[in-house]
T-cell receptor
Framework: AQSVAQPEDQVNVAEGNPLTVKCTYS??????LFWYVQYPNRGLQFLLK??????LVKGSYGFEAEFNKSQTSFHLKKPSALVSDSALYFC???????????FGTGTKLQVIP | DTAVSQTPKYLVTQMGNDKSIKCEQN?????MYWYKQDSKKFLKIMFS???????INETVPNRFSPKSPDKAHLNLHINSLELGDSAVYFC?????????????FGPGTRLTVL
């Protein structure tokens, strides 16, 4: 069985400050890990993914994520938050060779001007 | 130039009615999905098709029946609609099965059952 946990329902950060959105996962075997963003009344958009290799993955809009195998985490980060980053962020996992992607419960990011 | 499109965008109907949602992708992908997002924004996979064959069928009531006439289309028919079916339904597509490829999502169909 595979699962994803996003422990924070909401994260508030001041504009210009660094942001972190947390994600931990549980899978059997090696994972493919993804981050998606959902703006209000829109579908999900892909941000970045971890497949293998370098633990620091860079993605769209200046976001990056760090894969930590020992802590089974894949936290999303950005050095300097923008008001336009305010949205709902989903972490997702797919075990290697499996068909199904499991999404976390989502974290609402609020960037305060 | 829409990659994944869904129709209709909004659907308001009475309990007991039957309705369909259509999805089309022009990305050349071979795998398509239906997701349900509830009022708390939880996202749950319902079905997935690869090359017109059903590959994921989660615990979904039999009232929900997907159909994939070709690789570019995946429709969702819902019989005898219930209040609990009210949600936003997202179609998505990707290339390959069990791969590291990301999914592309449609804009969603907001279904309201009265």
């Amino acid at each position: 069985a595979q699962s994803v946990a996003q422990p924070e329902d909401q994260v508030n950060v001041a504009e210009g400050n660094p942001l972190t959105v947390k994600c931990t996962y549980s899978v059997s075997g090696n994972p493919y890990l993804f981050w998606y963003v959902q703006y209000p009344n829109r579908g999900l958009q892909f941000l970045l993914k971890y497949i293998t290799g370098d633990n620091l993955v860079k993605g769209s809009y200046g976001f990056e994520a760090e894969f930590n195998k020992s802590q089974t985490s894949f936290h999303l980060k950005k050095p300097s938050a923008l008001v336009s980053d305010s949205a709902l962020y989903f972490c997702a996992v797919r075990p290697l060779g499996y068909q199904k992607v499991t999404f976390g419960t989502g974290t609402k990011l609020q960037v305060i001007p | 130039d829409t990659a994944v499109s869904q129709t209709p965008k909004y659907l308001v109907t009475q309990m007991g009615n039957d309705k369909s949602i259509k999805c089309e992708q022009n990305l050349g992908h071979d795998t398509m999905y239906w997701y349900k997002q509830d009022s708390k924004k939880f996202l749950k996979i319902m079905f997935s098709y690869n090359n017109k064959e059903l590959i994921i069928n989660e615990t979904v009531p039999n009232r929900f029946s997907p159909k994939s006439p070709d690789k570019a289309h995946l429709n969702l028919h819902i019989n005898s609609l219930e209040l609990g079916d009210s949600a936003v339904y997202f179609c998505a597509s990707s290339h390959g099965v069990g791969t590291d490829n990301e999914q592309f999502f449609g804009p969603g169909t907001r279904l309201t059952v009265l």
